[in-house]
């Protein structure tokens, strides 16, 4: 045994439990004491100044303990936005804490806006304070507001109790590449990439009994470098998402026959991008296979016979050509590499782009040509081929 | 001093001096019946229940006896009487009382006055003859006692329903009608220098550790205390460590969880005077155990093992969680979720901790009268717990809603742990976890937890690791620990316990399983299958 002086085992002891209180968690916080943040929005104004507005939860109107359980006493406004402006993000934010009882929390802020305005002059500053402090969220969606950004935070859509928790759900939703703030940072950081983030604007709800502001998906901002210059939308969007090979199911309208359309589900498909090089140009092969299912069809064909499926597939292939080729349109007409093939290229003739193509990279893009071969298959027409009040023909 | 002196060397002793009844084992019974009368009575004078009379047998014979009423059987004590009043033997002098009157297979002989009492204060017959320097013990004790029924505290769907009761030979009998073998050793001792206790040490000798009875004989020995009222006194005192929340002995009133461990190798004391009889070496996955698990069908015993492993860590940690969430880590709450916490807490005056125990000590008093008050009041507490302190806590914005959960799930926890002794250890442990996590959040919890781990770590019962068979690691006791093994596959004993034989049973029966996957006779050409 070793002989141990009860003395120094005590002033030891005790130095190792004073550490205890130096580890620096003394910042506990009751949860009545956080103003809890859910998103904020950035707009430029005159002479520079940025604009913050946040939007905060009012759990305290939510009807907690004292209304009971069944009673349900919600009450509609449960959201509250302010805003101030400053030189910088965090000026603005120290200026409303000082008219707030609450601490501001920015731990649960999952959507970030950016309006129009302030993207096209560079969105590089928006990252800074994000990365620097361990409490945001890199995860947070980063979406450009057509218009002026506040304008999402002010709508209040009728679905989520939170414009914020409907603009999330929205940039999470099937059928939309949703890029948070590390995805963007790390896009706009790399070499041969560039980034897109979901646009989003304020409509108006149609024919309700009120009318009320909600919130739509328009498409993909498209950004070079820091700066946006130019959006994909409608068919240029889905298109964009072939290219970036982050197919998610989407619906799309095919016109069959002269003014007859039909709707068709995209469930899932494969893309092959293969970059050859040529004298003055480099030429990218992109084969397309399709794999869908009709919804719905307004021209009265019947899916078990070979040539009207035939049809289908062909028009379908088509219009995803037709997409595809229009997003590409996009990408050389506004010289940003929003579908990555920069990367593609140094990874296939790393050499070659070391040399020529890295050097001037937005003008090769711009006068490379792009072959598209689609190859769709509707592998299932639903619960039945046709209309099932059409008659039957006699044979 | 001098007057202190001179009154003792006055007064005159009115008792014999002795310590302990074995004390008197010294004194030998006298030759003579008056002297022993004189004894006896002087012995027993003001003890009411001790009838002391004399008799003359049918030789003429005097004789004395003593019985402790209510502690014999009246019926029998009359057979004797009348065989040796009546005797038409010319029976003279103890041995032919014993020999040839004397009814009774249970006669004892005994030499000195110290055995001879102790036989009748466990309620014999005492004869005493005169001209004899032996005095006999005849064993027709009967005394009332409670009928054996259903353990209230370990009550089982499956399985015997019989539980130990106070007496220990209706619970020795009880362990040795289920173990049938001379193996079955149930060694006595008698402790308590006041009381005189029985205990039984109960083992297997064929499969205990030797040196294992060797220091429990040792413990046992030293021990010197005036009184043992219930096995808690043994278990406290021959324990190897006082400072730990944990027990280090199982206790059950059920003989089939006692054979179970005797057939581990283990041993049992039982202890007259109460139905709770000690296991030990016990480790901690004993205390999870619980006897339907080999009772039920396999797979379920393993997901309800898995399940109670769950909620003995919810049981610890649930409130402590709770409020480090609360008051440090609302970042990693789930926003909808924190919302609606925070909506609950709007209008609690209290920091969590405060709220925490609040709920849990009024939780743990609410338990603590419902298990004091007659049943038939039992109720009423229950009631008024669920009514004051949860809704009306609630309403009253005392307490938030979240708080109340937390608490009834840490209380549901608390239940499904199957020992109870097990079971109030995790509840007092909730306690300092709680105020870890008030203190250093997350940090405070797994830190509070780690030192738990290292005490337990650290414990041993009767030389055995209480963590075995999970630190130090013995794989072949997984299959009854982590999950628990169909039958067929335990065939040896747990290895964490020092046996002699460790083999449980013949490899026949288990190679035809795992060949088959169960015990099939399409093989056998004599039996068919039923409905073939």
Known sequence: MIQVNKKKLLFISLCIFQTLFMTGCWDRTELNDLAIALATAADIEEDDVIRTTVQFALP????????????????????????????TLRE???????????????????????????????????????????QNRLSAYIIVAKGKAYDLLKAEPQFERFSGENILYLAEA????????????????????????????????????EISDEIEFLGYAQFRDDKMVGIFEGEQAHGLMWLRNELSPYTTIVEIKEDKYAAINIKNGRIQIKPKLKEDHIEFSIKIDINANLVEDFSRSDMTKLNDKDLFNRKLEEHIKAAVEGAVKVIQENKADSANLGLLVNRHFPKQWEEKYGKNWYEELSKAKFTIIANANITDAGLVSENISKGEEPE | MFFSKSKSKKKAKTYIDYTFVDELKGQPISNSLEENKKKLKYLFNDCSDVSISEFQIKNGQKALSIIISGMTNPELVNQAMKAMMNTENDASGIDDLRNVVLPFAQVVE???????????????????????????????????????????????????????????????????RKIKSPHLKTKPYRLGRVTGTDLAVVYLDNLIDPNLLKELDRRLNMIDIDGILESGYIEELIQDNIYSPFPQFKFSERPDTVAAALLQGKFAIIVDGTPDVLIAPTVFINLMQASEDYYERYMIATLIRWLRYLFLFLALTTPAFYIAFSTYHQDIIPTTLLLSIVAAHEAIPFPSIIEALIMEVTFEALREASVRLPKTIGQAVSILGALVVGQAAVEAGIVSAPMVIVVSVTGIASFTIPTFNAGIAIRLLRFPIMFAASLFGIFGIFMSLLLLLGHLANLKSFGVPYLAPLAPLRLGD????????????????????????????GNELRQNVEKNGGLKNNESEEVSDPGE
């Open chain 1, 60 to 87: 305290g109107k939510m009807g907690g303990a004292t209304s009971g359980g069944g009673g349900g006493g919600a009450e509609d406004n449960i959201a509250y936005v302010d805003s101030d402006v400053g030189t």
């Open chain 1, 92 to 134: 603005a934010v120290g200026k409303m804490q000082r008219r707030m009882s609450q601490r501001i929390t920015f731990s649960h802020r999952r959507v970030f806006i950016v309006s129009e305005e302030l993207a096209k002059k560079g969105i590089r500053d928006m990252f800074d304070t994000t990365a620097r402090v361990a």
């Open chain 1, 174 to 209: 099937r059928g939309v590449i949703s890029v948070n703030m590390r995805q963007a940072a790390q896009s706009i950081s790399s070499f041969g990439s560039d980034t897109i983030l979901a646009y989003m604007t304020v409509t108006k709800s149609q024919l309700s009994n």
């Open chain 2, 110 to 176: 005994d030499q000195n006055l110290g055995d001879f009492l102790m036989h009748i204060l466990s309620g014999n017959l005492g004869i005493l003859v005169d001209n004899e320097s032996t005095g006999l013990a005849i064993g027709i004790t009967g005394f009332e006692m409670r009928s054996i029924s259903e353990p209230e505290t370990e009550s089982s769907i499956r399985g015997p329903r019989e539980g130990f009761i106070e007496n220990i030979r209706i619970n020795t009998s009880m362990i040795r």
């Open chain 2, 478 to 505: 997984l299959k009854d620990s982590v999950v628990a093994a169909p039958w067929p596959f335990m065939k040896n004993r747990p290895e964490y316990v020092t046996l002699q034989n460790q083999k449980r049973m």
